[in-house]
Structure formats: structure tokens, C-alpha cells
């Protein structure tokens, strides 16, 4: 069984930076993608960003590319979002995901359908 645990979540002013940190547990973690996704109080689940099992592919969301990486330590079983120039609009619970694949096709990879294990999701409030 997959478990996926978020941290490093906080209240920042606008321009500050974050790095989100996800832990798993489970064997299958350096074979699978790991997606980042985001959801605001009355909004749609929103894709984030997601990198590929070795970590040699990435994509984001038009919101927040050239402001966020992701980066994965397989040997720690981790993955991290590393926000920049954070935005009021960035604010909301940030959850990170696995699937049971690599990589995929660019639209299958911003549904959350094709995410099998979800983490409890940690909150970053931006303030301006």
C-alpha cells in the first residue's frame, strides 16, 4: 500500500519562495510519476506539475511554469515542489499524487483520474 505524506506548507507574502516536500512509502515509488496538484476553497482540483519516474521529464500547468520545479530523491522516496515568486493566487491545499506509470500522454497526466494514491494535501496561503 502506497502513503503519501505532504510538508512544508505555510502562510508566505506574495514573492516569497516554498518547498513542498512529499514522503512516500510503498516499492513501486522510483518506477512511478509523481504528480503535484493544487485546489482553492470553491475551485476544481487544479494540475500542478508532474515528473517522470526518473525524474528526466517534467511538465507544469501555464500557471505556474518558470516559477515552480519539481524534483524527485528516489533513494529518500521523495518528491519536492519548489515554488518561487509565489502568488496570492497560488494559495490553496497542495496535494501530491502517484499513478502506477511513468509517463504519459500530456492531457492523461493533468487528470487526477489517472492517479491511483493521494497524499492529505498541505496548505500554502499567500498573502499580498
Known amino acids: 500500500q502506497v502513503q503519501l505524506v505532504e510538508t512544508g506548507g505555510g502562510l508566505v507574502q506574495a514573492g516569497d519562495s516554498l518547498r513542498l516536500s512529499c514522503a512516500a512509502s510503498?516499492?513501486?515509488?522510483?518506477?512511478?510519476?509523481m504528480g503535484w496538484f493544487r485546489q482553492a476553497p470553491g475551485q476544481e482540483r487544479e494540475f500542478v506539475g508532474v515528473i517522470s519516474g526518473i525524474g528526466s521529464m517534467t511538465y507544469y500547468s501555464s500557471s505556474v511554469r518558470g516559477r515552480f520545479t519539481i524534483s524527485r530523491d528516489n533513494a529518500k522516496s521523495t518528491v519536492y515542489l519548489q515554488m518561487n515568486a509565489l502568488k496570492p493566487e497560488d494559495t490553496a491545499a497542495y496535494y501530491c499524487a502517484q499513478p502506477t506509470w511513468s509517463w504519459m500522454t500530456i492531457s492523461a497526466m493533468q487528470s487526477g483520474e489517472y492517479y491511483d494514491y493521494w497524499g492529505q494535501g498541505t496548505q500554502v496561503t499567500v498573502s499580498s
Open positions: 510503498g516499492r513501486t515509488f522510483s518506477t512511478s510519476a
